[in-house]
């Protein structure tokens, strides 16, 4: 069973993947898997994106699948059945939090100040999501966290690219950054896949 601390180490960069349509699910997991990348976020912001994960999960499970945008206790529940090997929520209220750790699911709750990432660690979550990244202070917010605050490590997402990742990978409390720049709309819409594997290769290099 992949731990939140885990979630991590799998790849440099997750991909944060909003898909309109289910259909392009498989595929997408694939293109993603060639490139080098094991591990996606699928968030659920569309009405697509439960079916996307049940097709996930059936089809090519050895990507460690992921479910983001997860802000109500229902989606947590709903993420889980549908085959989410892993949670991950922008924020952290305390029934979304419930809910979340009721599933029994690793995940990355989310953090945009120093105050919400220590009540995350008095639960004993040090695997944090930091979000929205650039909006809240970037990697010189990170940095500053990382004296007071040594135990936890961070994925942050948000307005991250792929000229702007590697600094934040430099950071020792930073294990992966969340990007969506993997799969851009216009190339999910073409079904330029092999666009895609080509992004996932330059990004699992990094």
Request: with cysteine.
């Amino acid at each position: 069973m992949t731990t939140s601390a885990d979630l991590l180490d799998l790849s440099p960069v997750v991909p944060v993947v909003v898909l309109d349509d289910a259909e392009q699910a498989v595929p997408l997991a694939r293109a993603l898997l060639r490139g080098g990348i094991r591990v996606i976020e699928l968030t659920l912001r569309t009405p697509a994106a439960l079916a996307a994960i049940e097709r996930i999960a059936a089809e090519v499970p050895e990507i460690v699948l992921g479910a983001g945008t997860v802000t109500a206790p229902e989606h947590a529940e709903q993420a889980a059945k549908a085959g989410a090997s892993f949670l991950v929520t922008p924020g952290s209220t305390d029934r979304v939090l419930n809910a979340v750790e009721d599933t029994g699911l690793p995940f990355l709750p989310g953090a945009a100040t120093v105050s919400e990432a220590m009540r995350l660690a008095e639960r004993g979550l040090t695997a944090l999501k930091f979000f929205p990244a650039e909006a809240a202070g970037g990697v010189d917010h990170l940095k500053s966290v990382g004296g007071p605050l040594p135990g936890l490590r961070f994925c942050p997402t948000g307005g991250i690219t792929v000229d702007s990742a590697p600094r934040y990978l430099a950071l020792p409390n930073v294990g992966c950054v969340g990007g969506s720049w993997l799969t851009p709309k216009d190339a999910l819409a073409a079904g330029d896949f092999d666009r895609i594997e080509a992004l996932a290769k330059a990004a699992s290099a990094l």
